[in-house]
């Protein structure tokens, strides 16, 4: 006894050496995870092109795949490519002429509309006084003189910004080409660099993710056209101005889950009260609920739950993580991501893993 080691004796319970064994994976895992982020930030244009041109790929493919059956695939991948890019800048056309037509009579109901909104507030319930309006008025004034110079630089930077858009939009353009037209000869190409062990593994995972990412995609381009088209019809009933600027609004918004569409559909309440009082505006805010309980309901059920199987408590804190982490794209991005790497680990979990490592 007197001979043993001070170390010797020492019983370590299964809990700690399980929980410690799980602690440094899960150190490792962090270390990795933190160092993607890290990267991406620093090369975030290029991520961001690049799911740009996956999210292209995976809506064009199955167009283009059904020209390819009577014309050559190049050509077919010409037509579905600059096909989809006219009628996108068609329609971002038209949104702007009808602004530019629209603005003068908008500008005049806006200056109305907060006239009957001044006058809304001052009677019962809320009583508002006068002097607090011209108060606030004056205190907007105040902020925009002061921080003139501020929104100046802003307006000056925002230039480098679309500079920025126009390179990611390239960029995004040139990949999702290559990515339509020999995608899958890309994909084997890099599967033939791997270990031969290891491509097995890559292929099901690949594919899982793949299947998972395409079918977000088009799904969520199903739910956003459908929220589009809901939102439009009612704001054109009600008379909404620029109703199908709102419309294209809520089309893109919705490709940020459970937050995106409400956001949208306050732009609309807001121009609803400014132009067509209260009521209308109601109205509109009503459609937040509604627009709401469809898509949670009926079109996410029907349409994702095939490709995406994610709780909504899931979707909400991965949309705002990735709020949190990298802004709107962040959010845009979070739930697709989150949804490949659950489909990818939920591969590698699959019964032919313990078969592999069985063998």
């Known amino acids: 006894m007197a001979g043993q080691g001070a170390g010797e004796g020492v019983v370590v319970g299964r809990g700690l ?34 799911f740009l041109a996956l999210v292209g790929t995976s809506v064009l493919r199955p167009l283009v795949d059904l020209l390819a059956r ?30 530019a037509s629209e603005w003068g009579q908008l500008r005049r109901e806006f200056s109305g509309g907060v006239g009957r909104i001044e006058k809304w507030l001052q009677r019962a319930p809320f009583h508002v006084r006068p002097t607090a309006i011209s108060d606030l008025q004056g205190k907007v004034n105040s902020f ?20 920025e858009v ?9 990949c999702s080409v290559f990515f339509i037209h020999s995608g899958d000869r890309m994909w084997s190409w890099f599967q033939e660099g791997l270990p031969p062990r290891a491509r097995d593994a ?8 793949w299947r998972t990412f395409a079918g977000y995609t088009r799904g969520i381009v199903i739910v956003a056209a459908t929220n589009a088209v809901l939102v439009g019809v009612a704001l054109f009933v009600l008379r909404v101005p620029l109703a199908l600027p709102l419309t294209l609004l809520e089309f893109f918004a919705a490709f940020v889950p459970l937050v995106g569409s409400p956001i949208a559909l306050g732009v609309a309440t807001v121009v609803a009260l400014a132009s067509r009082g209260p009521v209308i505006a109601i109205v509109v805010l009503a459609l937040i609920v509604v627009v709401g309980q469809i898509e949670g309901h009926v079109l996410h059920p029907l349409v994702m739950s095939w490709a995406v199987r994610l709780h909504p408590v899931v979707v909400a804190v991965s ?27 939920r591969e590698l979990r699959g019964p032919w893993a313990g078969q592999r490592h069985g063998a």
């Open 144 to 163: 925009l003189s002061a921080h003139h110079s501020a929104l100046v630089s802003g307006a000056v930077s925002g230039a480098g910004r679309l500079l």
């Open 166 to 174: 126009l390179t990611v939009a390239a960029l995004a353009l040139f």
């Open 202 to 209: 890559f292929g099901r995972a690949g594919g899982a993710a």
């Open 70 to 99: 009577w014309l050559p695939r190049v050509l077919a991948v010409l037509v579905g490519v600059a096909g989809s890019l006219m009628a996108l800048l068609g329609l971002l056309a038209l949104v702007g002429e009808l602004v």
């Open 319 to 345: 949309v705002i993580a990735g709020g949190v982490l990298a802004g709107v794209v962040g959010a845009v991005v979070a739930v697709p991501m989150v949804s490949v790497a659950w489909a990818v680990g």
């Open 17 to 50: 050496r399980v929980g410690a064994a799980y602690g440094w994976r899960l150190l490792v895992v962090g270390v990795v995870a933190y160092t993607a982020f890290v990267m991406l930030g620093r090369l975030q244009l290029v991520a961001v092109a690049l």
